[in-house]
């Protein structure tokens, strides 16, 4: 449960605010107006706040609720600007297109492609094979988390195929994220980088109607997950 005690609005008020954020291409302004039109009145700076600090929470609890997802994975990273600065966000999605694992990092290197495959196992479980494209550093991501299994007895290892074409799913499944971020024109720190995008990803994962009882509409399921 995302705890929300000692705010002055209603837990709804503040989910809705959040929601209509991380889910539509509004800046902070336009969800101002929005809310004021239906009698809540909140300051933009108010509604950036409570977007950075319940998004985490939110996808945190969005992980644990997903439903299943199936063990061939596609891995790749597309572009953010913080501070003026491209980083990296490292995204897996499965076969079948449900949002796996998310992950910003500042570097795209072996050390951050191996966290991020790190990250994605210990929230998904061993996949049976990867994805990727010709990138050197997620070869070695991979190859270290082969190493890795190997060290602990275990003799199951990850199959690595590096076939672009067949990325084609995770790469489309970029857009949405993009076409959200893009009205924002860069963050102007990464640690607000990182819980808006947390909760983009969630909202995405929403709309591919990863969670169960998804017959109700999206800001339900959204509620329901921060209940």
């Known amino acids: 449960m995302v705890d929300m ?3 002055h609005f209603p837990k709804d008020v503040i989910l809705y605010g ?3 954020y991380v ?3 509004l800046s902070y302004r336009d969800i101002e107006e929005l809310m004021l039109e239906r009698g809540v009145s909140v300051d933009h700076s108010t509604l950036q706040r409570w977007v950075e600090k319940y998004s985490p929470l939110i996808a945190s609890q969005g992980q644990k609720r997903k439903r299943a997802t199936a063990g061939s994975w596609r891995m ?3 572009y953010i600007k913080v501070k003026g600065t491209w980083c990296y966000l490292y995204r897996a999605v499965d076969k079948h297109g449900d949002t796996l694992d998310f992950w910003l990092s500042e570097k795209r290197d ?3 492609a191996t966290q991020f495959f790190k990250r994605t196992i210990e929230n998904n479980g061993l996949p049976e094979k990867v994805v990727i494209d010709k990138s050197g550093a997620n070869l070695a991501g991979l190859e270290n988390m082969n190493i890795l299994l190997f060290l602990c007895g275990c003799f199951r290892f990850i199959e690595i195929i590096q076939i672009k074409y067949l ?3 995770i790469e489309q499944d970029h857009r949405f994220i993009k076409r959200i971020t893009k009205p924002m024109q860069g963050f ?3 640690a607000s980088a990182q819980a808006t995008l947390a909760g983009i990803e969630i909202a995405h994962m929403i ?3 990863q969670f169960n009882n998804q017959n109700q509409n999206s800001f339900q399921t959204f509620k329901d997950i921060a209940a």
């Open 5 to 7: 005690k000692g705010s």
């Open 207 to 209: 709309r591919k109607k």
């Open 110 to 112: 072996e050390v951050a």
């Open 18 to 20: 959040v929601w209509c």
């Open 23 to 25: 889910r539509f291409s």
């Open 76 to 78: 790749d990273e597309t």
């Open 188 to 190: 102007k720190a990464f």
């Open 167 to 169: 990325n084609n799913i």
